[in-house]
């Protein structure tokens, strides 16, 4: 007895299922790259100077850093296209 069996399995509905679009109100743009670059280069330029063995001057870059340029370049409504990715 080894015929096959005829039933037809439905597909999955998640397979038909589409995820609806969901705009979040963040856009990335120019003055956003140009922030997080600007971050990145005073990150750098802070942990130089301490290797350089700098006490005033590397504390206030990375706390510069880390506390103004990357929250801003996160917080900075970009001017990127209204559409979605």
Not at 40 to 52: C, D, N, P, R, T
Not at 76 to 85: A, D, I, Q, Y
């Amino acid at each position: 007895m080894s015929s096959k069996s005829n039933v037809t399995r439905p597909r999955s509905l998640r397979a038909n299922m589409q995820v609806p679009e969901v705009d979040l109100g963040f856009r990335w743009g120019l003055p956003n790259t140009l922030l997080l670059a600007a971050g990145v280069g005073i990150l750098v330029a802070g942990y130089v100077s301490l290797a350089h063995g700098s006490l005033t001057l590397a504390p206030v870059l990375l706390v510069t850093g880390y506390c103004v340029f990357i929250p801003a370049s996160l917080l900075v409504r970009g001017g990127g296209s209204t559409e979605g990715e």
